[in-house]
């Protein structure tokens, strides 16, 4: 057996190990469990930390920062206050110093929390997994974001995001390649409004969070599997992603490693890295992911 499969077949032992002490949160907006309902996206916030017979291991850590890839999971988040945020602790997943343009962190906002904004020229986009905020922009208006809520805001625009009681944000910001006579506007949605688009070739549902025209430099896409299927294409390109893995568990190949993973991990590709996904478990995988688009490399 080659050293791969190896690494495969003591994975997938793995994973079923994680499903039949865990179990997986189901695909609807509130999950019964006994008598408390737990909202959407649950286990990002309340992540299974480590296989149930690995989680007294001192020292264990699923996470892996490699060259062209890194896989950092909950258990080694480290959270502290996010600069000009106020009430607000934040845990940097992706930054520069990894080699990415874009910078991606959780924010968990408490009660009677503020945003701070963004350096000039940068462009913020937030999706809402756990509890509400209020964002108010530069004209006054105010729009609520609940749980699979989004919103994209340009660079140099005034705004604040204010939270009444609790709410965990993952924040995607980069400096704003901007091009000649384009500009972008404020963009406020949620996950359920957005079209399946077609994949061909593939059999996951795509949606496309930010429009596609020429103006935006990058997407988000909120990518779901059923059990047991997986990406056709193994994937090699020139494009950055940063994902957040929402729902469900699976496999993920990058490079010559393969990682099994879960809701609440966070994953890293630069360019060029081979990339593959399977889905396992019981219920889908639903995956956030971010990807530069509509720019020459050069």
Same mark, same amino acid.
């Given at each position: 057996m080659n050293h791969a499969l190896l690494i495969f077949v003591i994975t997938l032992r793995l994973l079923?190990?994680?499903?039949?002490?865990?179990?997986?949160?189901?695909?609807?907006?509130?999950?019964?469990?006994?008598?408390?309902? =737990?909202?959407?996206?649950? =286990?990002?916030?309340?992540?299974?930390?480590?296989?149930?017979?690995?989680q007294d291991l001192p020292g264990f850590t699923r996470s892996v920062y490699k060259q062209d890839h890194a896989l950092i999971t909950p258990e080694s988040h480290v959270f502290s206050p996010l600069p000009d945020w106020t009430l607000t602790?934040?845990?940097? @997943?992706?930054?520069p110093a990894m080699g990415s343009h874009f910078v991606m962190y959780l924010a968990k906002m408490q009660?009677?929390?503020?945003?701070?904004?963004?350096?000039?020229?940068?462009?913020r986009f937030i999706f809402v997994v756990q509890g509400a905020v209020t964002l108010t922009n530069v004209s006054?208006?105010?729009?609520?974001?609940?749980?699979?809520?989004?919103?994209?805001?340009?660079?140099?625009?005034?705004?604040?995001?204010?939270?009444?009681?609790?709410?965990?944000?993952?924040?995607?910001?980069?400096?704003?390649?901007?091009l000649e006579n384009q500009s972008t506007d404020q963009i406020i949605g949620?996950?359920?409004? %957005?079209?399946?688009?077609?994949?061909?070739?593939?059999?996951?549902?795509?949606?496309? @969070?930010?429009?596609?025209?020429?103006? #935006?430099?990058?997407?988000?896409h909120?990518?779901?599997?059923?059990?047991?299927? #997986? @990406?056709?294409?193994?994937?090699?390109?020139?494009? %950055?992603?940063?994902?957040?893995?929402?729902?469900?568990?699976?496999?993920?190949?990058?490079?010559?490693?393969?990682?099994p993973v879960q809701a609440g991990d966070v994953i890293?590709?630069?360019p060029f890295v081979p990339q593959w996904y399977a889905a396992l478990g019981k219920h889908r995988t639903r995956y956030l992911l971010y990807k530069d688009v509509n720019r020459n490399p050069l």
């Open positions: 079923k190990m994680a499903v039949a002490d865990e179990g997986i949160c189901p695909s609807t907006s509130m999950v019964d469990s006994g008598s408390d309902l =737990k909202h959407l996206y649950w =286990k990002v916030t309340n992540p299974t930390l480590s296989p149930s017979h690995l602790l934040g845990a940097y @997943l992706i930054t009660e009677n929390s503020r945003s701070g904004l963004p350096p000039n020229d940068v462009e006054g208006t105010s729009d609520k974001l609940t749980v699979d809520s989004y919103a994209y805001l340009p660079p140099n625009g005034d705004h604040s995001l204010r939270c009444d009681a609790s709410a965990t944000l993952v924040v995607f910001e980069r400096r704003h390649v901007s949620s996950t359920d409004e %957005q079209p399946l688009l077609e994949t061909p070739g593939e059999v996951f549902q795509l949606r496309k @969070l930010i429009p596609t025209s020429i103006s #935006y430099d990058f997407n988000i909120i990518m779901d599997f059923q059990p047991g299927e #997986y @990406l056709n294409v193994k994937e090699v390109h020139y494009n %950055q992603h940063g994902l957040l893995l929402l729902e469900g568990q699976g496999i993920y190949r990058l490079g010559d490693s393969w990682y890293w590709m630069a």
